[in-house]
């Protein structure tokens, strides 16, 4: 049975006309669900009792529970216990600018990133949409807070669930939903081109960020597999379409590992490779794991290689480190319950 939570709006108003109703029901449902956050059919108190009935048969109210939450400075981390006892984690950051939620697209993931915690555990499933509505429903009824921002940037891997997650991000930017703007939605993807591709025709104003973290075939083929079956080029050449489609700024994430891709010369390979292109570069201070024999940059590294992109004209920013304290890195509170 389908979760009311996999639901577009359109798709309800297409039930309610199936079985004879109003299509307006469907924003009244909506209403019920998301502005006020109740978890039954009972509590739909402006529907009819047989109405009820016929949601109740038709479709589940299954939820997700938050099993654990680990509270650091100004981070939260909330591991999840789905419906089928699988488990998957949400990162809450408090940021001056809002509450931006990290949420989780698959149990495990399989694209195998050398770096990654979460690649360890291969993947299970993808997760339906109601269990990613459902992160964001759950971490804002335990904050009392709204989440201003989503990134799809936890367990899994997106593109790797791609229907299920763009179901997702219209549910969730729909102003009858919860109403998160496209422009604070960011999508996270290791590089699986034709996905990119599909996405530059949606028609939706969410952020595109890409996991680049090398600058040549050579090393990145080492770090990231996806690399071997879309390589740079074919990477840039999406991603050069995608902006011509959507004229939207493409994000690259760069992590920081140690004497692996953090020389002066993969800085200036950087610059090259993103040299005309309107992009923004995240510099990501690697997060440790006991499990992976990967280590962080120097905080001074990380700022020689700041400085050729700066020098080169390349927007860049060293993301914040959030969370290290909370075993935050992908897949890490996964790992270890
Ligand atoms: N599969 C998607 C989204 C999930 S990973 C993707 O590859 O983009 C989200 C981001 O976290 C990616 O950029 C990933 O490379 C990065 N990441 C993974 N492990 C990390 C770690 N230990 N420290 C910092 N960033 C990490």
């Known amino acids: 049975m389908k979760s009311i939570y996999d639901l577009e709006i359109i798709d309800l108003e297409e039930y309610f006309l199936s079985i004879n109703e109003k299509k307006y029901k469907a924003k009244q449902v909506y209403e019920w669900l998301y502005k006020k956050r109740v978890s039954s059919f009972k509590e739909m108190t402006n529907l009819k009792k047989s109405l009820i009935e016929q949601l109740e048969k038709d479709f589940s109210f299954d939820s997700l529970t938050i099993l654990k939450t680990e509270k650091g400075k100004r981070v939260n981390k909330y591991l999840f216990l789905l419906p089928d006892q699988e488990k998957i984690e949400a990162v809450l950051m408090f940021h001056d600018y809002g509450n931006s939620l990290c949420i989780s697209t698959e149990v495990g993931c399989n694209m195998g990133c050398a ?24 971490v804002e009824a335990a904050i009392k807070e709204r989440i201003s921002h989503v990134v799809l940037m936890g367990i899994g891997e997106p593109f790797d669930n791609y229907d299920s997650v763009l179901r997702f991000i219209r549910i969730i930017n729909s102003n009858q939903g919860i109403d998160i703007g496209a422009r604070h939605i960011t999508v996270s993807t290791c590089g699986i081109v034709p996905k990119i591709e599909q996405l530059s025709q949606e028609n939706i104003q969410i952020n595109l960020a890409i996991s680049l973290h090398a600058p040549t075939n050579e090393l990145r083929d080492k770090l990231m597999p996806i690399n071997r079956v879309y390589p740079i080029e074919k990477l840039f050449k999406a991603l050069k379409k995608y902006y011509d489609l959507t004229n939207r700024r493409i994000t690259f994430e760069y992590i920081m590992l140690d004497n692996v891709n953090d020389s002066l010369e993969d800085a200036q390979a950087l610059a090259d490779l993103l040299r005309g292109i309107n992009c923004y570069v995240n510099l990501i201070p690697y997060n440790e794991t006991s499990h992976l024999q990967f280590k962080k940059s120097s905080h001074l590294k990380i700022m020689a290689f700041y400085d050729i992109l700066k020098k080169n004209k390349i927007n860049v920013t060293i993301r914040k480190e959030f969370g290290s304290e909370v075993s935050a890195a992908c897949g890490q509170l996964r790992s270890t319950n």
């Open 115 to 138: 770096f990654c915690e979460s690649g360890r555990l291969k993947k299970v499933r993808p997760l339906k949409p109601f269990e990613m509505v459902l992160q964001i429903l759950l």
